[in-house]
C-alpha cells in the first residue's frame, strides 16, 4: 500500500496542532476553562493521531530515513533542528498526559506550573514538525 501521502498529512496534523495549541492558550488566559479544556484534549488527540500515522508510515519504509541532500553549515543547521525536535518530541506526551491528569483532576496549580513547561516545548516541537516537512519533501534537492 503507497502511504507516501502520509508525511503531508502529518504535516497538517502538527500545524492544527499548533493553531489549538495557540488557542488553548488564548482561552485560559480569557478565563474560559471549558473551552480551553475542549480545546486542549483536542490538541492531545490531533498530536496522538499524528505520532500513529507517523509510525505508521516509519514502518511501512522499515525505518528508513529520508535524508537531506546538502553539506556544509546547511546539513549542520538542519540536523541541529532535527535532533533538538526529535529529543524533545519524546517527551511531549509524558507532559500532556500529566497535565491532562492535573487538569482533570482540579490540581490547578500543579497543572498551571507544568503548563509554563510543556506548552513551550510542544509548541516548538509542533512547529519544527512543519518546518522539518518543508525541508524534506519541498526544499530537499533529493526528493
Do not use: C, Q
Not at 503531508?8 to 478565563?31: E, H, K, M, Y
Not at 474560559?32 to 493521531?49: E, G, K, P, Q
Amino acid at each position: 500500500m503507497d502511504l507516501s501521502f502520509l508525511p503531508a498529512v502529518n504535516a497538517s496534523l502538527n500545524a492544527v496542532a499548533t493553531v489549538l495549541l495557540v488557542r488553548g492558550r488564548l482561552l485560559i488566559r480569557a478565563g474560559r476553562v471549558d473551552a480551553h479544556r475542549r480545546t486542549m484534549l483536542s490538541a492531545f488527540a490531533v498530536s496522538a493521531l499524528f505520532l500513529a500515522l507517523y509510525l505508521t508510515h516509519k514502518a511501512s519504509r522499515s525505518f528508513e530515513n529520508t535524508t537531506l541532500a546538502v553539506e556544509g553549515a546547511l546539513k549542520t543547521a538542519y540536523l541541529l533542528l532535527l535532533a533538538s525536535h526529535v529529543i524533545l518530541a519524546m517527551t511531549v506526551p509524558v507532559f500532556a498526559i500529566l497535565l491532562i491528569r492535573h487538569g482533570l483532576a482540579g490540581r490547578i496549580d500543579r497543572h498551571r506550573r507544568l503548563a509554563r513547561i510543556a506548552w513551550p516545548i510542544w509548541m516548538y516541537v509542533s512547529v519544527t514538525g512543519v518546518a522539518i516537512y518543508w525541508i524534506l519533501y519541498h526544499l530537499n534537492p533529493a526528493v
